[in-house]
């Protein structure tokens, strides 16, 4: 089983950036669609971002689109999250995951979670 650890968190000023990275082990994740969720203190955890197993295909939710950046390299089992312009709303722990896939209906969590990083984005 695939075991996901999440690092590159911290505290920011809003507006700035921060870039998490998300390292698989126990099992590649080279053949997956891989996603960055958030959870923010009381609400639902939301995808913001996924990308295809093969390089090419990625998506980005709407509150983020353009300033979130979702890569990966598969020869080093790693994802990452550039985030730009980052906003006290924002605040949350972030998680990756394995996906069904990178089509609409095919963007679930596939896997299990780990623990997140936290983001926190002051005003």
């Known amino acids: 089983q695939v075991q996901l650890v999440e690092s590159g968190g911290g505290l920011v000023q809003a507006g700035g950036s921060l870039r998490l990275s998300c390292a698989a082990a126990?099992?590649?994740?080279?053949?997956?669609?891989m996603g960055w969720f958030r959870q923010a203190p009381g609400k639902e955890r939301e995808l913001v971002a996924a990308v295809s197993w093969s390089v090419g295909i990625t998506y980005a939710s709407d509150s983020v689109k353009g300033r979130f950046t979702i890569s990966r390299d598969n020869a080093k089992s790693t994802v990452h999250l550039q985030m730009h312009s980052l906003k006290p709303e924002e605040t949350a722990v972030y998680y990756c995951n394995t996906l069904k896939g990178i089509t609409t209906v095919q963007r679930t969590p596939a896997g299990s979670w780990g623990r997140g990083t936290q983001v926190t984005v002051s005003s």
């Open positions: 126990g099992r590649t994740v080279s053949t997956y669609a």
